[in-house]
């Protein structure tokens, strides 16, 4: 089915939409709050100038601002407790802590890790709808035309470089370990933007800082 048809407009606009084993269909269908509560959390980002300038640490300021946003609906993190019995016999098999957790849908934002983190999440993911607790992943990252706004800003290719999540690295995982999971993937685009170091930039919606840009 098309992005277009299950995905609002002005989604489209500011992020790269894509997915995987129908995981559009599967999550505005059958997870409607959480589909409602992911856009709610899109609709209200911005990519401030600011927080792309400033170094981030463990987790960067924009990372956090999206965890917060959903954990602010009700989301949280959560780690599983998953064991396998073979002939009788306990063995733990722990998955990765996710993100941020609601009814039946996983969320990872990946905004600059190393992009082997993805086969992580996908390999989370598998194995959470493997056994039956999860019905999508999704997974919020940058799109990879953001490296030029970076250069713009000044920061360094060390920092957002090539071999860093961004969804060029991410689309081929995904269709090839993705697994029977279905997934969806929101890539952050440059029509977020906002130069906060203008004094009018406190006045501007999301809605005004849309770009013409589409998903691709």
Not at 32 to 58: C, K, M, Q, V
Not at 90 to 97: A, I, L
Request: charged fraction near 25%.
């Amino acid at each position: 089915m098309s992005v277009d048809r299950l995905v609002p407009a002005d989604i489209l606009e500011r992020y790269g939409v894509h997915d995987w084993r129908n995981g559009l269909a599967v999550l505005s269908a059958a997870c409607p709050n959480e589909w409602a509560d992911i856009l709610t959390a899109l609709r209200s980002f911005n990519l401030y100038h600011t927080e792309i300038a400033t170094p981030g640490g463990r987790k960067s300021l924009i990372a956090d601002r999206l965890d917060g946003a959903l954990k602010g609906l009700g989301w949280k993190e959560k780690r599983f407790d998953t064991r396998i019995t073979v002939d009788g016999v306990e063995h733990p098999s722990p998955t990765h802590e996710v993100d941020v957790f609601k009814g039946r849908v996983a969320l990872e934002v990946e905004w600059n890790n190393k992009d082997p983190f993805f086969d992580r999440d996908l390999n989370n993911f598998r194995l959470l709808f493997d056994l039956r607790v999860i019905d999508v992943g999704v997974i919020i990252t940058r799109h990879t035309e953001l490296h030029n706004l970076f250069t713009e800003v000044g920061r360094d290719k060390q920092s957002y470089g090539s071999s860093t999540t961004h969804h060029e690295k991410l689309l081929p995982r995904m269709e090839g370990g993705g697994g029977g999971c279905p997934v969806v993937v929101f890539a952050i685009r440059r029509a977020t933007y906002v130069d906060d170091r203008l004094p009018e930039a406190i006045t501007l919606t999301p809605s005004a800082q849309r770009g013409s840009t589409h998903a691709d």
